[in-house]
């Protein structure tokens, strides 16, 4: 059960735009549109902040959206906030045996 | 509110067993699958164990088939994940989390951690 691939770390200035990205295979992110996006800071409980791919729920700026193609989705962030600062997971529904699996998290500086 | 709060971490020694709970409140528990995710010190998240609404189905990553076993109790609204033949690597921060209707999690409890060493 490998882990999906995520960089280990992105920057950006407050205003900009960044994007990570997320590596699974064709038997996850590319056989199900069930991508979710989390968002974590220090100390506290992940967030969902993306589903399904590029869905967002009730509650989260419209400064996060998430896309796929193949075997990689990618979540991007525009006009980047101070807040923004966190470690992000991307994860997707496996259907073999009802599972899932998550990246290796992303930490976002806003310099 | 949706809540869900678990309780039970700990430091146990390698080859113990420890079981945790998580509570849950403002929504009907009985009708959502639930989760358990962990989170080493300083790593990244990994699912770990699934249940469905009525316990009819459930799911271990490998890394934990065989060892943990996770249950619930629909009328007192709780999840356990019974934890045993504890290894060093089992140290974590563990979240309970619910599955919504579709193929995420959300919320997520604040966590718990357990602590395996001698």
């Known amino acids: 059960q490998s882990a999906l691939t995520q960089p280990a770390s992105v920057s950006g200035s407050p205003g900009q735009s960044i994007t990570i990205s997320c590596t699974g295979t064709?038997?996850?992110?590319?056989?199900?549109?069930?991508v979710s996006w989390y968002q974590q800071h220090p100390g506290k409980a992940p967030k969902v902040i993306i589903y399904?791919?590029?869905n967002r729920p009730s509650g989260v700026s419209n400064r996060f959206s998430g896309s796929k193609s193949g075997n990689t989705a990618s979540l991007t962030i525009s006009g980047l906030q101070a807040e923004d600062e966190a470690t992000y997971y991307c994860s997707s529904y496996r259907g073999s045996s009802t599972s899932w699996v998550f990246g290796g998290g992303t930490r976002l500086t806003v310099l | 509110e949706v809540q869900l709060v678990e309780s039970g971490g700990g430091l146990v020694q390698p080859g113990g067993s420890l079981r945790l709970s998580c509570v849950a409140s403002g929504f009907p528990f009985s009708s959502y699958s639930m989760n358990w995710v962990r989170q080493a010190p300083g790593k990244g998240l990994n699912w770990i164990s699934y249940?469905?609404?009525?316990?009819?189905?459930?799911s271990y990553a490998d890394s934990v088939k065989g060892r943990f076993t996770i249950s619930r109790d629909n009328a007192k609204n709780f999840l356990y994940l019974q934890m045993n033949s504890l290894r060093v690597e089992d140290t974590a921060v563990y979240y309970c989390a619910k599955k919504t209707s579709g193929y995420w999690f959300d919320p997520w409890g604040q966590g718990t951690l357990v602590t395996v060493s001698s």
């Open positions: 249940i469905s609404s009525h316990s009819d189905s459930t």
């Open positions: 064709s038997s996850d992110v590319g056989d199900y549109n069930y």
């Open positions: 399904d791919v590029s």
